[in-house]
């Protein structure tokens, strides 16, 4: 079946340094992919989205790549700051022409930043 | 900044109870969604809604579940009997256009712990 599920778990980083976390799926159709991030008793928080169609995007301190052919999917951190400890989840959605609205969640990455 | 507001925040119910989860999207979105995210586990699609009907729901969704539209603010998901594994955290979200491109603003959460 489908399936967007992450490659670790949890990651500990250094402030200051960047970090990458990342992201597979096996769904080929899937057209749009977001990054959220979810801190403790919060819901997702969008960061950084990406369509099928781009490789690459760029945020403020964010990049999300996409690699179609080997259905990966990273987010690039730069500078991490404390702020930045969280859970990230990356979510799949399928093509919107078939009328699918609904986001599919990977497993989720915990991220902690290292004072 | 707009917010989906949910209550309450903790429900803590009875097996075979009825429960009420509540959710005011922003005020400009019709487009409406109920997610679950059990303790540790990926979040999960349960229920798109619009223009007064489900649009998409998961297996999850079965018929101990209900969402509605009661007026002009609010959406609900009612969950008719409770079991023990219900509990979770459930996250409503709305957006103004419809998936994820339409910028999801998800709720805190509802944590929801049937005994």
């Known amino acids: ?115 | 900044e707009p917010e989906v507001t949910q209550t309450p925040s903790h429900q803590v119910t009875q097996m075979g109870q009825e429960v009420i989860l509540r959710c005011v999207p922003i005020s400009n979105h019709l487009y409406f969604y109920w997610y679950r995210q059990i303790l540790g586990q990926k979040v999960e699609f349960l229920v798109s809604f619009y223009n007064n009907e489900i649009s998409e729901k998961s297996e999850i969704f079965d018929d101990q579940f209900s969402v509605e539209r009661p007026d002009g603010s609010n959406f609900t998901l009612k969950i008719r009997s409770t079991k023990l594994e219900d509990s979770a955290m459930y996250f409503c979200a709305s957006s103004e256009r419809p998936g994820g491109a339409g910028g999801y603003t998800f709720g805190s959460g509802t944590r929801l712990t049937v005994v």
């Open chain 1, 1 to 115: 079946g489908e399936n967007v599920g992450l490659h670790l778990p949890t990651l500990s980083v250094q402030e200051g340094d960047n970090s990458i976390i990342n992201c597979a799926y096996s769904n080929s159709a899937s057209d749009y992919f977001i990054w959220y991030k979810q801190e403790s008793g919060k819901g997702p928080q969008f960061i950084i989205d990406i369509r099928s169609n781009m490789d690459k995007r760029q945020g403020q301190r964010v990049t999300v790549l996409l690699n179609k052919t080997v259905k990966h999917l990273s987010l690039q951190i730069a500078a991490t700051q404390p702020g930045d400890s969280a859970v990230y989840f990356c979510a799949e959605e399928g093509s919107l022409r078939f009328g699918n609205e609904k986001l599919t969640f990977g497993t989720g990455t915990r991220l902690t930043i290292i004072p």
